[in-house]
């Protein structure tokens, strides 16, 4: 059974930082390509940010040179460390991947970026 697990969000103020976790069990972690997406209320939900097998990384334009995703497969785990956040940066933040040509996703983390 494939579990996503999310955590570290929370109410940050202005220029603050988070680092969002997401732990993977039920797939080979090492082999399988791995997203963190948001979704806003009243908006669709936006991939933020994207890291292969070989940790190659893509963003979002938005958040480049502020959010780092990377990973650690002896963890099993993804992480999203978010810097100079923005307002706009509020959402609910999802790690997902796609193993055996389906796509799985985590529960969600609330990140609220307010002073």
């Known amino acids: 059974q494939v579990q996503l697990v999310e955590s570290g969000g929370g109410l940050v103020q202005p220029g603050g930082s988070l680092r969002l976790s997401c732990a993977a069990s039920?797939?080979?972690?090492?082999?399988?390509?791995m997203g963190w997406y948001r979704q806003a209320p009243g908006k669709e939900r936006e991939l933020v940010a994207s890291?292969?097998?070989?940790?190659?990384?893509n963003y979002a334009d938005s958040v480049k040179g502020r959010l780092t995703i990377s990973r650690d497969n002896a963890k099993s785990t993804v992480y999203l460390q978010m810097n100079s956040l923005k307002p706009e940066d509020t959402a609910v933040y999802y790690c997902?991947?796609?193993?055996?040509?389906?796509?799985?996703w985590g529960q969600g983390t609330q990140v609220t970026v307010s002073s």
């Open positions: 039920g797939i080979i972690f090492v082999a399988s390509s």
């Open positions: 997902s991947t796609s193993w055996l040509a389906r796509r799985y």
């Open positions: 890291i292969t097998t070989g940790s190659f990384t």
